[in-house]
């Protein structure tokens, strides 16, 4: 009898593994600025995002850990899977790389730094001699922000667990901003996109020699403080911190630094960064394949109903993606490195299915969603 007592027990807990984080739970009150309420009082329907949170459960997407929506500035979805513990920190991935423009933005709006058009090369004059090369004079901090330095480099073509993946050499190099530097020239500034972790590695140096503090220090005084988040993780090499890459943040903490871009800048009736550098980080200032565009580090595909999304991703499942016409922010966040593509849905129909939950749209059909194949890494 106490051998079948022991037996039922083990099947119950296993149970309720397999449904961890299926039923809807309303987003608790922790008083860290993020307003609460739930999906009934935002007309979103509950048992369409349960439906949703069993194939999350199930792995349909691989193993997620963190689903997140903000709308009209309230959250309303919290949910999280596999065992992840809200209280941790997670690996943000290129997601990292949003956080380039905010930290920009700030130190223009301090009147450290100029304005865009400044020269890359300005700020380094002990590389003074790479001035010969015309193109390379030629890159303004618009550039490296907008993923059109036109430096030689490709971290997309080939996985990231193959060894010649240029962002993978990249990180084997001692020096990131000197191997940054030195990079060949492919195409003139400012005509070419091309996805780049280096980029951001110079935008961070260029912040570094403007302001006197590194980006960990001035990240932390100028925007984590602000935000009310004092618990995150910055990886770094030699005194040179990845800006493209190499954040860790709580998800809560992810989203109330979404929030902060849908609000213009704003957090808590305090402006962390002026609205015109927002409108100016969500300007398609490229083309990248129609109907997807480039902004600051973020990426915008228009929709067949007439709306701009813009999202970043980060490789393993990070994403970020907010949509301003609704008032939405969507955060993601998942540990699918080693998941096979072909043993998993894309997370771009998940991104898809959450939109589709928003009152405007629930009825409307399928949001038309292009993005690159890297979204899905």
Known sequence: MKKL?????????????????????????KND??????????????DNFEKISNEVAEGKYGKLQSILLIHNNELIIEQYYNGWNPDEVHYMASTTKSISPILMGIAIDQGKIKDVNQKMLDYFPQYGSLKADSLKYQITIQDLLASTSGFAWDEVSLPITDPENMGVKMDKMDNWLDASLNL?????????????????????????????????????????????????????????????????????????YALLHINKGM????????????????????????????????????????????FIPGNGGQIINIVPDLDLVIVINADNKRIPKDERTPLEYLIKDLTKLHPKLNKCGVLLYKWRDQLSN
Not at 10 to 25: A, P, R, T
Not at 229 to 252: H, M, P, Q, V
Request: glycine fraction near 10%.
């Open 267 to 310: 957090w808590m009736d305090k402006q962390i960064v002026s609205s015109d550098w927002i409108n100016k980080t969500f300007t398609p200032h490229i083309e990248i394949k129609h109907p997807l565009y480039g902004g600051y580090q973020w990426q915008m595909v228009k929709t067949e109903f007439g709306f701009d999304s813009w």
């Open 184 to 256: 060949p020239m492919k195409t003139i500034p400012g005509t070419q996109y091309a996805y780049s972790g280096p980029n951001n590695i110079i935008i961070g140096e260029i912040i570094k020699v403007a302001t006197g503090q590194d980006v960990a220090e001035f990240a932390n005084d100028n925007l984590f403080k602000p935000l009310g988040i004092d618990n995150y993780k910055w990886f770094a090499k030699n005194g040179i911190y990845d800006l493209g890459g190499g954040l860790e943040l709580k998800s809560r903490d992810i989203a109330k």
């Open 5 to 29: 007592i022991g037996i039922l027990i083990v099947v119950n807990l296993i149970s309720c593994k397999q449904h961890s984080g299926v039923s809807y739970n309303q987003p608790f009150d």
């Open 33 to 46: 600025g993020l307003k609460v309420s739930n999906l009934s009082e935002h007309h979103f329907n509950k």
